[in-house]
């Protein structure tokens, strides 16, 4: 019988990696790098209505534009470019709560 792994553990798991995160992604609050703001213009254009590739246009799927749209459209106040930093960091937070579950679930006990 496979005994569950109580929440807790990767909770206290998380909140280191999302202290890192947010360690790591701090330059990033000075100033955005070039894609980071194209993802921001575009994302900021598309929550006030503006069409993508046809008033709008950049090389790349809309994903993480329509994410950035969405957040500011739920909190406008932040503006586009911290709402993509807050996205940034909330990516790379889950992703290495999920990688280190998915180490622990296949055995591996170091962390």
Do not use: C
Request: aromatic share 8%.
């Amino acid at each position: 019988m496979v005994t569950a792994r109580p929440r807790v553990e990767y909770l206290l798991f998380g909140m280191p990696v999302a202290v890192l995160a947010v360690a790591a992604l701090l330059p990033g609050l000075l100033a955005p790098s070039l894609d980071a703001a194209v993802f921001s213009l575009i994302g900021e254009r598309l929550s006030l209505g503006q069409l993508p590739y046809a008033q709008l246009f950049d090389h790349k799927p809309p994903g993480m534009y329509l994410l950035i749209a969405g957040g500011q459209l739920l909190n406008g106040t932040l503006g586009a470019w911290k709402v993509s930093w807050i996205l940034s960091v909330v990516s790379v937070a889950l992703t290495g709560t999920l990688v280190a579950g998915t180490l622990r679930a296949l055995g591996w006990r170091r962390l």
